[in-house]
């Protein structure tokens, strides 16, 4: 079947743009997570959510970003006023349950470049 | 939070050798997973494994979760197994988020 997706897959944006980037998760899978990925460094956790409920959100870095996911399935991230140091790979995950440990699996990621 | 270490962090191997990646954490977990990074940019699932052995075709893993650590082992390399792996892991107690390694990065020589 179908894995993560999401789109763009790359972006550009001007300092001090929005932007929003899309994640569709394997269908009916209840828990859906955003990672920020810098240059030369592993994945680190941004928020989560288990159906449309945002449980997590410890990891977002500031204010500017915002998620949401407000059928249950479809999350969008969205960073406000971007900055240069907002410049990374971010990766959407999804896994198959709400209540305990899974298999998480993810998409390609969208490149962001703020210039 | 939990830390996760990984060694070591680049590994240079002959086309045919063997290789052990290594990744401790520093608590007791309820999911481990360990990824391959391709050029590309996309985690590839290799294992989920957070207590035990596993194998697929010319990789395996072990995790012993009472000592805090997984190793994955490459046999046979071919130069397609270049890049970067990552171990991640979520404590016992939390919410499923991962906790990544900064990752090993792999090349393989022909």
């Known amino acids: 079947g179908a894995g993560v997706s999401q789109s763009p897959r790359y972006k550009v944006a001007k300092r001090g743009q929005d932007v929003a980037l899309r994640c569709d998760p394997i269908?009916?899978?209840?828990?859906l997570f955003w990672y920020q990925q810098a240059l030369g460094q592993g994945p680190e956790f941004l928020t989560y959510?288990?159906?449309?409920?945002?449980?997590?959100k410890s990891g977002l870095p500031s204010d500017r970003f915002f998620a949401e996911r407000p059928e249950g399935s479809v999350s969008t991230l969205k960073i406000q006023r971007t900055q240069q140091e907002d410049s990374a790979v971010y990766l959407c995950?999804?896994?198959?349950?709400?209540?305990?440990?899974?298999?998480?699996?993810f998409g390609p990621g969208t490149r962001l470049t703020v210039t | 939070g939990i830390q996760v270490e990984q060694s070591p962090p680049d590994l240079i191997l002959q086309e045919g050798a063997n290789s052990t990646l290594r990744c401790n954490f520093s608590?007791?977990?309820?999911?481990l997973q360990w990824f391959h990074q391709n050029p590309w940019g996309q985690l590839i699932n290799l294992f989920y494994?957070?207590?035990g052995t596993k194998q697929n075709g010319r990789l395996s893993a072990t995790t012993v979760a009472t000592e805090r650590y997984s190793l994955l082992y490459i046999s046979s390399s071919q130069t397609t197994d270049s890049g970067v792996y990552f171990c991640?892991?979520?404590?016992?107690?939390?919410?499923?988020?991962?906790?990544f390694g900064k990752g090993i990065t792999l090349s393989v020589r022909p």
């Open positions: 995950a999804s896994h198959l349950r709400g209540v305990g440990f899974y298999e998480q699996y």
């Open positions: 269908s009916g899978h209840v828990s």
């Open positions: 959510f288990q159906n449309e409920a945002q449980l997590d």
């Open positions: 608590d007791s977990v309820n999911n």
């Open positions: 494994i957070p207590s």
């Open positions: 991640a892991a979520s404590p016992t107690g939390a919410n499923s988020k991962l906790t």
